[in-house]
T-cell receptor, first 114, second 111 residues
């Protein structure tokens, strides 16, 4: 596709369940980012990938959160044992290189933990 | 001091008005600055980069004041379609391209 694609667009889960969120970046973009945005809040940085490696994981809020990227393309963000405070919109973005200032965002995955 | 700080607004202005937003940042070593726009329940999109010399794109003018560590965005001749949240974005401390987003300033343009 032409843009960043994320799935699922909406996910409702019960507290304690694991969830996987997927991001398919723009073809050829080497840098990939995960952010999350809670209602009425700003974007919170989670993790950054350059190729398949993650030089900056500083934003992951706890060890329940993990992410991987394979083939320099698709990335998966996994949240284990979800908690209600994990409810947010999880946004993925990609950019051509790590130095590029323009991030192209997907439409996000809205996670609701009951 | 928060890394990137913005007045949340909302700024309510009539069509045709000129409106300005400021943003302050805490990291004096920051090198890259941007304004993004986010429509309600949509993803952020780049509006414009902010250069040291200041830059203009149609009705939008961005300026950087390194000494005072603030960035401004000026919108002239506001349109209804300008209604959105404007996010100030600054590159982070890590040396990698980690951008820190402000919480945004909401603009509401009325007829």
């Amino acid at each position: 596709g032409a843009g960043v694609s994320q799935s699922p667009s909406n996910k409702v889960t019960e507290k304690g369940k694991d969830v996987e969120l997927r991001c398919d970046p723009i073809s050829g973009h080497t840098a990939l980012y995960w952010y999350r945005q809670s209602l009425g809040q700003g974007l919170e940085f989670l993790i950054y990938f350059q190729g398949n490696s993650a030089p900056d994981k500083s934003g992951l809020p706890s060890d329940r959160f993990s992410a991987e990227r394979t083939g320099g393309s698709v990335s998966t963000l996994t949240i284990q044992r979800t908690q209600q405070e994990d409810s947010a919109v999880y946004l993925c973005a990609s950019s051509l290189t790590r130095a590029a200032g323009e991030l192209f965002f997907g439409e996000g995955s809205r996670l609701t933990v009951l | 001091r928060k890394e990137v700080e913005q007045d949340p607004g909302p700024f309510n202005v009539p069509e045709g008005a000129t409106v300005a937003f400021n943003c302050t940042y805490s990291n004096s070593a920051s090198q890259s600055f941007f304004w993004y726009r986010q429509d309600c329940r949509k993803e952020p999109k780049l509006l414009m980069s902010v250069y040291s010399s200041g830059n203009e794109d149609g009705r939008f003018t961005a300026q950087l004041n390194r000494a005072s560590q603030y960035i401004s965005l000026l919108i002239r001749d506001s349109k209804l379609s300008d209604s959105a949240t404007y996010l100030c974005v600054v590159n982070g401390n890590s040396g990698y391209s980690t951008l820190t987003f402000g919480k945004g300033t909401m603009l509401l343009v009325s007829p």
